[in-house]
């Protein structure tokens, strides 16, 4: 069992930055991490994901350039550096991590690819 916890939600203005990280604690092992989000009355849609080994990561369209995934893994810990932040960034964003390897990470940005999930963080961006 994979435990995982989300930090670092806030309310935020338009342009601004927020960093959000998610440690994984238990039976914490697995081959990628990855970040997604959902607003209300909107399905939950992927965001960016991370292997443990190496450094290939993996973006949404909507979030590419301005997000950054990146790793800890001595701290199993993920984070989510978040810029130019604007009002459609606005969601409850969830950690998940996959057991499961596939070699093309397009793979990791389906929610199906993943085993457990944390319970959330809101990010609020105010225009």
């Known amino acids: 069992q994979v435990h995982l916890v989300e930090f670092g939600g806030a309310l935020v203005q338009a342009g601004g930055s927020l960093r959000l990280s998610c440690r994984a604690s238990?039976?914490?092992?697995?081959?990628?991490m990855g970040w997604f989000r959902q607003a209300p009355g909107k399905e939950r849609e992927f965001v960016a994901a991370?292997?443990?080994?190496?450094?290939?990561?993996y973006y949404a369209d909507s979030v590419k350039g301005r997000f950054t995934i990146s790793k800890d893994n001595a701290k199993n810990t993920v984070y989510l550096q978040m810029g130019s932040l604007k009002p459609e960034d606005t969601a409850t964003y969830y950690c998940?991590?996959?057991?499961?390897?596939?070699?093309?990470?397009?793979?990791?940005?389906?929610?199906?690819?993943?085993?457990?999930w944390g319970q959330g963080t809101q990010v609020t961006v105010s225009s």
């Open positions: 238990g039976r914490t092992f697995s081959h990628a």
């Open positions: 991370i292997r443990w080994s190496g450094y290939s990561t």
């Open positions: 998940a991590a996959s057991t499961a390897y596939y070699s093309d990470q397009y793979y990791y940005a389906s929610e199906r690819r993943y085993d457990y």
